[in-house]
């Protein structure tokens, strides 16, 4: 799967890319993240100006469409598959795992980063992105958000992740809405804790309850929201 980062700050993403599941993943050909500098599109020769004052007046400085689009357009050029185009803004649709689910059947990705007050809205009227948020709040800027994007898709093409951290179990995968419960490992004793008896009990079936149990208790303290919404809320 290639996934396309569009950004004026590319550097960003170097350490998260180059660690753990990721450099992985890239490693072993399973995925391509390509950077795209934005300002290598501007057409100011001089200061490679990619952003201006807001028509109508107001604070801050609104992404110039021209870099975006001829940007996007090079990128796309090059390759037989357009990708699919989603662009990282908090006046977006929530991320969600469904959604998630849906890129990762995708075979390119084209990540487009806001900045600023964000882009001039003919950008959105010609191109037409997947415009998406990763949260009711405000960041600097989409380039976290896209790496929340890419962290979410790689776990679920296949043979990034080992058999040991499947994601079928995970909260949140298809029809699963719930959020897991309480984990231990050694020691049995930490500061006068107790590993809870049952989890030494051997009963798999005994644990398996338990556990759903603990991930009810759970969501219904901090997420109550989500407990009209299980497909397996009645078992
Ligand atoms: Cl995608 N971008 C920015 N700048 N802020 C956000 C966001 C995205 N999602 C939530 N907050």
Known sequence: MRFDVLTLFPGIFSGYLSQGLLHKAIERGLIDVQLHNIRDWSSDPKHHKVDDRPYGGGPGM???????????????????????????????RPLTQPL???WAGERRLLLLCGRYEGVDQRVLDLLEPEEVSVGDYILNGGEVAAMVVIDAV???VPGVLGDEESSVSDSFSSGNRWLEGAQYTRPREYRGLQVPEILMS???AAIARWR???GFLK????RADLLGKNEDSKS
């Open 154 to 156: 790689v776990r679920l």
């Open 62 to 92: 609104v992404m110039m469409a021209g870099p975006i689009v001829d940007c996007i357009e090079s990128v796309r050029g090059k390759a037989a598959d357009a990708g699919k185009l989603i662009y990282l803004t908090p006046q977006g």
């Open 219 to 222: 969501t219904r303290r901090v």
């Open 212 to 214: 759903k149990e603990q």
């Open 100 to 102: 998630v689910e849906q």
């Open 202 to 204: 051997g009963d798999h």
